[in-house]
C-alpha cells in the first residue's frame, strides 16, 4: 500500500539530517582542519558525534531507496482504492500501464540503483574515514588532517553527490 510517510521520510533523512546537519557539520569541520576557523574540540566531536550518525543513517536511507519503488508507484494507490470496491481486474491493464508509464518516464530503476551506487559510495569512503581516525585519532590536530584530509574529503564528496540524488526522487506529487 501507498505510505504517505515515505515521503516525509525522505525529507527527514536527506534534507533535515542529510543536507541541514550532517553536510553542514563535514563542512565546518573542513574549515576547521584547513586553518579557516577554529575549534579545539572539533576533531573530537567529528569523530565521536557526528560521524556515528552515518552507520545508522546509512541504513535508512538503503532501506527508502529499496522502497520507494514498492510505496510510490501509482500501482499502489490504484490497488489500494479499488481493491474493496471489486473493480481492479476491470482496471487491471490500466493499472499496469500507469505503472508502467511511471517507471519508464521517471527512469525509477536506474534511479534507485544510481542511489544505491552513490550509498555503497558514500558507506565505503566513510569505513576509509572511520578507519583513518581509529590509526591516527590521538595525533594534534595539525597531524591529523594529512593523515585523514582524503578519505575525508571523499566522503563529503560522496555525501553531497548523494543528497543530489536523493533531490531527484519523486515524492507522489506526479506520476506522470
Not at 58 to 66: D, K
Not at 122 to 135: Q, S, V
Request: hydrophobic residues 40%; contains cysteine.
Amino acid at each position: 500500500m501507498m505510505r504517505d510517510d515515505w515521503p516525509s521520510r525522505c525529507h527527514l533523512l536527506a534534507h533535515d539530517w542529510l543536507k541541514n546537519s550532517f553536510l553542514p557539520n563535514l563542512s565546518a569541520f573542513a574549515n576547521i582542519m584547513s586553518g579557516k576557523a577554529q575549534d579545539p574540540q572539533a576533531v573530537r566531536r567529528l569523530a565521536n558525534q557526528v560521524l556515528p550518525q552515518w552507520e545508522t543513517r546509512f541504513c535508512e536511507a538503503l532501506q527508502l531507496v529499496n522502497s520507494y519503488q514498492d510505496e510510490m508507484s501509482p500501482l499502489v494507490w490504484f490497488k489500494q482504492r479499488f481493491q474493496d470496491k471489486g473493480e481492479e481486474p476491470a482496471l487491471s491493464f490500466l493499472i499496469e500501464l500507469t505503472h508502467g508509464l511511471w517507471l519508464f518516464r521517471h527512469l525509477v530503476p536506474e534511479q534507485t540503483r544510481r542511489a544505491r551506487c552513490k550509498l555503497l559510495k558514500a558507506n565505503r569512503a566513510w569505513k576509509d574515514l572511520r578507519d583513518a581516525f581509529r590509526n591516527y585519532g590521538s595525533l594534534p590536530a595539525n597531524k591529523l588532517w594529512p593523515r585523514v584530509r582524503e578519505p575525508f574529503l571523499r566522503f563529503q564528496k560522496a555525501c553531497n553527490e548523494l543528497m543530489n540524488v536523493f533531490e531527484g526522487f519523486k515524492r507522489g506529487e506526479e506520476w506522470l
